[in-house]
């Protein structure tokens, strides 16, 4: 059973005008996770609460946090909500919000600031409500709900703060801002717990999404280049959609596609070889910077990479082409690593997260030790 938060009120009336103006000292209210319901509309990190006409925030803790809107500026929201993934028109909004009353149609961009302001989007890079210039507005983020879509418990204590940071980590690659996650524990801690188990929310939970992983191997995955790499690959030429995917590594890495000499016929496999004589280490990772860009335009793609403690230096040179590039694309890489053997040793991504952390190129998780709830 569902354990319930305490609630903190003050005397202040539950009440914003639709002026837009905070009441002075609003009342924070807080719920467990979950005490959500089939009543609400969930695009993370928010609930919309259609009973209680309200937004709720999923924090790091297990609480989420009521946020008060006024009263138009929720039903904005909610029609918006209600018919996310197409255009709503302007005269469509003000029809279904102010039925049977003239109202000026600016009234719409103060409502949908408001809006914006509430959720920290931003109208040039957008996560949320989109704007179609002289047409309407477009809510763009992957909506479910709330009972229904959210995911079975992990399983494992203490996952609730690093599952809400790597779901936010793929919210932005959503809308092209790729990510770069690195998840730092000792043996037995838990990190590949998370991840399978975000895997597993992601697959679940995002439409069209492509996953895929690759293991770094002791001894032997240290010294074939690119191993976890390839792997992922060819779980992606393997799976839904594979042609796809093959024929974008034909057209944009085909130094990598002759890797797959299952795939090919042999005609195709033979000029292959001959263009990979004398490849350069710079080639390949141009062309696969390029092809994980357009596999990653249209559907979002999520690659792990795990034990990157025994990567080559061939990977880490791929993650770090990855992470610098400035192409927009719906990707997602994480990769797990042991700490402890990263720190003491000269190993090449030792010396390449502090840099790209400097650059704000990519995050790092540290876990702490997780228990298995019973």
């Known amino acids: 059973m569902a354990t319930t938060s305490a609630v903190m009120v003050c005397s202040v009336p539950n009440f914003q005008s639709d002026s837009g103006a905070q ?11 979950d005490s959500a319901s089939a009543s609400t509309k969930e ?24 946020i008060l809107v006024t009263p138009k500026a ?32 600016e009234v719409l961009k103060y409502q949908i600031a408001d809006i914006r302001r509430t959720l920290g989007d931003h109208p040039k890079n957008p996560l949320f409500i989109e704007t179609l210039p002289r047409r309407g507005y477009q809510f763009i983020a992957t909506v479910h709900d709330g009972a229904a879509s959210r995911p079975e418990p992990s399983g494992v204590a203490g996952s609730d703060r690093v599952l809400g940071e790597l779901w936010d980590c793929l ?15 000792e043996p037995g801690i838990g ?19 492509r996953v895929a992983r690759g293991q770094c191997v002791e001894g032997y995955g240290s010294r074939e280049a690119y191993y976890p790499m390839l792997e992922a690959l060819g779980q992606l030429c393997r799976g839904s959609g594979g ?28 000029v292959l070889q001959q263009e990979m004589l004398g490849v350069t280490r710079q080639r390949m990772l141009r062309e696969i910077g390029d092809a994980l860009c357009t596999m990653a335009s249209g559907s979002p793609l999520l690659l792990v990479l795990e034990d990157l ?63 298995k709830v019973a």
């Open 23 to 33: 009441p002075r000292g609003p009342r924070l209210v807080t719920r467990h996770h």
């Open 43 to 66: 695009f993370r990190p928010f609930q919309l609460d259609t009973v209680n006409q309200c937004l709720w925030h999923r924090g790091d803790a297990a609480n989420d946090e009521r």
């Open 74 to 105: 929720f039903a904005v929201l909610h029609y918006l909500v209600e018919h996310a993934g197409r255009l709503v028109t302007q005269e469509e909004l003000l029809e279904a919000v102010w039925p049977d009353t003239f109202v000026q149609p």
């Open 171 to 185: 919210r932005r690659a959503l809308h092209g801002d790729r990510q770069i996650v690195f998840i730092a524990a």
């Open 191 to 209: 990190k590949i717990t998370l991840a399978d188990e975000f895997q597993h929310q992601a697959a679940a939970n995002v439409p069209g999404i």
């Open 243 to 270: 042609d796809s995917v093959v024929q974008t590594l034909a057209e944009q890495a085909p130094t990598w596609l002759v890797q797959f000499p299952a795939l090919l016929k042999r005609e195709h496999r033979e």
């Open 309 to 371: 403690q025994w990567a080559d230096p061939f990977t880490v040179d791929l993650i770090s082409a990855v992470a610098r590039s400035r192409r927009p694309a719906k990707l997602m890489l994480i990769g797990t690593y042991r700490q402890a053997e990263v720190a003491s040793s000269e190993h090449p991504l030792k010396a390449l997260k502090p840099d790209l952390l400097i650059h704000h190129l990519c995050r790092e998780i540290a876990v702490e030790p997780l228990e």
